[in-house]
Every structure is written in C-alpha cells, then in structure tokens.
C-alpha cells in the first residue's frame, strides 16, 4: 500500500534569511522503512513537522491518501523527537508514560487507571523486559538510552501508519541504534505502516533502509532504493555533496 | 487540651498549608510560574463575604468564593494560553486586578466578619480548637483528592504536558484547556485557604494577598526537601502541609526571639534563601524546568 502527500508548503521568513519547503507530491510504502537525507537546512524536520500534525501547512489544500482512501485526519503522522526528553516525561514513572497514552472511554479507568488498567499496561510494558523492571521507577533515573527506548516503544503504541524518527538514532548508542532499527523494521511489517526516519549516517541508511529520498533547499529532489546499481557510500556521498 | 500558641501554630500553618498546595500544583505539577494566589487569596474571601452578606446560605457562599478563585486562575491561563502574555505577567496582571475588583465587590477596603460570615459563634478559644478541626476534615480530604487527581489519566497528563511541552501535540489534547483547569483548580485551593484563614482573622481586607506566593512557595519547599524523592503524592503532600505549619513556628519564634512584628516578611525572605541552598542539593533540576513564556 502507498501513502502519498499532496501540496505541502511552509514559509519560514524573518529579516536574515528566509526558507520554502515546498513538496507538491511524495509517496511512502508501507512495510518498508524509508530514510530522508539532506543538508542541515533541507527541510527534512519541517517535513516530519507538517505531516505529524506540528506546524501547520501554509497551504489549506493538503491532501493525504492511504491507498485509494484520503485521510481527513491532520496530525496522521507520530513523530519521534530526537531528545528523549522531548517524547516522554521525565518526571513521571515509566508505568505512568504508558498510562498517558492510553485511550480509555471508562470513566472509572480513567480515574484508576492504575487499577483498573493493569492489565493492558502490563501488556504494553512486555514489550520489553526491562521496561517491566523498571515500572515504577521515574524516568528521569534511567540512561539515555534507556529513554530513547522507553520513547520509541511509547510512540509505536500509536500503531500509526506513518512512524516517523526525527534524526531520533543519532543521540543513541550502537547497540541501542541497532535494537531500535530491528524494531522500526518489525513495526512497518506487523501495522503495515512506513517508517521514516531522517538521519545524517550515511552507513547506516545502506545498511538499513529500503529506500533513501534525498531533500535539498526545501525541495524533495529524488529517490533510490536498495535494489539500485549505485546503492554505495561513494555514490550518496556525492549526492549529498550537491 | 493543646496550648493556645501551638493551636494557633496549627491553624495558621494548616490555612497557609493549603494555599502551598495550590502554589505546589501549578510550580510543580505545570510548571507555572503563577502569581495569581496574591489575588485568589483576597478575592475567594471577598466573594464569600459578600454572598454572606447578601443572605445567600453559607455552603453557597463557600462555593462562590472557590469558583472566584478558579475563575482568576483560569484567567491567568487564558492570558497566557491565548493571549500570549507571558506566565510570570499574566499572574501579576490579574492579582494586581485582584485589589481593585475586591474593593469594587467590597465597596470598600475591608470589612469586619458578620454573623453570617463566621463559621462559629463561640469564644475565641473554642473557635480557635472547631476551626483546628474543621481545617484537620478539609486537609485530609485536599490530600486524598491530590493523591485521587495526581495518578489519575487527566493528572498525569496535566503533570506530564506541565513537564513536557510537545506531549499535547502526541497525546492529542488540548494545552489550553489543560491549563485554564489546572490553574483554575490551584487557585481554587487558594481561595478556599483564604476563606478559611479570614475565620481566623474575623475580617477580610485586599491587602491581606500582597505577597503571599512566596508563603506558599517556603512551605513548598520545605515539603519538598522533607519528602526527598518520594513517589507518593499523599507523603509530598503531606509534608508540604508540615513544611508550612514549621514555617509558621519559625516565625514566631523569631518573633518570640524579639524581633518587631513588621520584620516576619524580611524573616521569610532570609528563609526562602536558605532554603533554595537546601533544595539545590536534593533536587538539582528544582524549578529548571518552569515556563516563563
């Protein structure tokens, strides 16, 4: 299945500089993980913003498709900022984290949820081990990896069809860069959704990604995919220089 | 039978505790640097006043003076939501505003308690132990609704959306109207504390708010270094509830010491100092985080 996202166009000015993202159509498919690169300033983030509901489009003839099927939804998008700090609260218990997150409709589970929600909060907390240990503990004591983790495995409750990770992996280590890939991979199989994750690493894009779409100036100049002849570090690199 | 200084200690400690709750909700919880107490301080006893006055039954009254104090404190929110104004302006805009609408519901600056405003009409011996009671119930059930509020899904979510700025953006709900009820609800605390403080003072006056966040603020403190890092709302709590009643007996100690009745104030400003010191080291990231746009 294709999501496709029709006129997107955001204007930033002030009186040093001034920037256009402008994308009149792109297209992500789901199952599979995309990567976004570019230059600082390419309007990757902007991107990401728009489609998950963060900045408003300047333009009210934004359209987005799933399939044959348009998505009145705006915010269709769950953004994954690249501080931890940015995703989650510090200051409540990483049972608490999942607890925000989840839709009720009871009034009675909204008022314990502790309670009443046990159940489907020790499900979301099996997810992970270690998130079961540290249940009540405050988020703000775990490692920074450990909160990238928890904000990863908070943000994939959505189950939305556009997983998107604001250069999310460069603040994490290998090992967890690593682990958090395996699951971006799992998450596009198992909700049939695109992930879509912007990063400057040039390694780990050919390692992991399906498909690369470069931005540059605020425009989306073109696309590569895996299967391509060229899908080499020398050949982005000289992409990316442009 | 408690001794009447200690008694008074407890009264003064368990009103002005109260009102350090409030201040705990919207410095702690939203991380909102409010100043709307000084106002929902006058403006919750005046309201109760006048409705006293006017014949309206006393639990009317009552609600009429706390629904007073949510309506400055969702102002305050709306000033700053809407308005754009920033949180620390928005507070000082509406408790300054507080003094003029007090004197205009008033009609005057102040005004004597009247029979109808008094929640006892005995001695002032026997008010003073009806009052400590009265204040023991209201406490307690304050404490057990902020433990109830603080873990349930709209508490967390005001608590995390407090801390957090973009997690009303992923959680889909409203910033503003998160706000304008949570900083209606501190505010509320507020003009309960000062409707039940003006049973102590037989009369309410618009000066009597001038000044007091930063009451609420020492008493926050030193709950917060009591209480260290414990995860429970009800301990925290609690213990800022103590954090006021020792701050009120430091400062007749001092004053017991001899110092002049007009130098609690300069007493609380060395407190507040030495605290921070204090706090620092139990929580190094205390207030970092507070919105001040």
Redesign the interface.
């Known amino acids: 299945m294709v999501i496709e996202i029709r006129n997107i166009y955001k204007t930033f000015a002030n009186s040093y500089s001034d920037f256009t993202l402008n994308i009149p159509n792109i297209r992500f498919q789901t199952g599979l993980v995309t990567f976004l690169m570019g230059h600082n300033g390419s309007g990757k983030s902007v991107f990401l913003k728009i489609i998950?509901?963060?900045y408003q489009n300047d333009k009210n003839n934004l359209e987005i498709f799933i399939g044959e099927k348009q998505v009145k939804k705006i915010?269709l998008g769950?953004?994954l900022?690249q501080k931890a700090?940015?995703?989650?609260?510090?200051?409540?218990?990483v049972k608490?984290?999942f607890?925000?997150?989840?839709k009720?409709k009871k009034f009675i589970?909204?008022?314990?949820?502790?309670t009443y929600l046990n159940n489907s909060l020790s499900k979301m907390l099996s997810s992970n081990k270690f998130f079961i240990q540290k249940a009540?503990q405050?988020v703000?004591e775990l490692s920074g990896g450990q909160q990238q983790s928890l904000a990863f495995f908070i943000?994939a409750t959505s189950k939305s069809k556009l997983f998107l990770l604001d250069e999310f992996l460069s603040a994490t280590d290998l090992a967890t860069t690593n682990d958090l890939l395996k699951e971006s991979r799992k998450y596009a199989k198992e909700n049939d959704a695109s992930v879509v994750i912007v990063s400057h690493d040039i390694d780990i894009a050919l390692e992991n990604a399906d498909k690369i779409l470069f931005f540059s100036d605020g425009e989306y100049v073109r696309e590569m995919d895996n299967k391509n002849e060229n899908w080499n570090k020398k050949y982005l690199k000289s992409i990316l220089r442009k | 039978m408690l001794d009447f200084t200690l008694l008074l200690i407890l009264n003064e400690g368990l009103v002005f505790g109260l009102f350090a709750l409030g201040v705990y909700l919207s410095f702690q919880w939203m991380k909102f640097p409010d100043l709307t107490p000084d106002g929902s301080f006058i403006i919750g006893p005046i309201v109760f006043v006048k409705f006293s006055m006017l014949g309206f039954p006393m639990f009317f009254s009552i609600f009429a003076g706390i629904f007073a104090g949510f309506i400055l404190g969702s102002i305050t929110a709306i000033l700053n939501k809407i308005l754009k104004i920033p949180s620390i302006i928005s507070g000082l805009i509406v408790s300054s505003a507080s003094f003029s609408i007090g004197w205009i519901i008033l009609n005057k600056p102040n005004q004597y308690l009247e029979s109808n405003s008094e929640f006892f009409n005995s001695s002032m011996l026997s008010n003073s132990y009806s009052l400590f009671f009265l204040l023991l119930v209201i406490v307690l059930i304050v404490i057990f609704l902020f433990q109830v509020f603080g873990k349930s899904i709209w508490g967390l979510r005001l608590r995390a959306i407090g801390e957090n700025q973009f997690l009303s953006k992923d959680l889909l709900i409203s910033e503003k109207l998160y706000f304008i009820v949570g900083l209606g609800l501190s505010n509320s605390i507020v003009a309960l504390s000062g409707i039940l403080f003006i049973q102590r003072s037989y009369s309410v006056d618009i000066n009597m708010g001038i000044g007091q966040t930063i009451t609420g603020l020492i008493a926050m403190i030193l709950g917060l270094i009591l209480s260290s890092k414990s995860l429970k709302i009800w301990v925290t709590v609690s213990l800022i509830i103590l954090g006021a009643i020792i701050h009120k007996a430091l400062i007749l100690f001092t004053l017991e010491l001899g110092l002049p009745a007009e130098s609690f104030r300069l007493v609380s400003a060395f407190l507040i100092i030495i605290l921070f010191f204090f706090m620092k080291k139990v929580d190094d990231n205390f207030l970092k985080g507070l919105r001040w746009s």
């Open positions: 998950s509901g963060e915010g769950r953004i900022r700090s940015e995703n989650i609260a510090l200051e409540l218990t608490e984290n607890i925000i997150h989840y009720t589970e909204k008022l314990f949820p502790s009540n405050p703000k943000t």
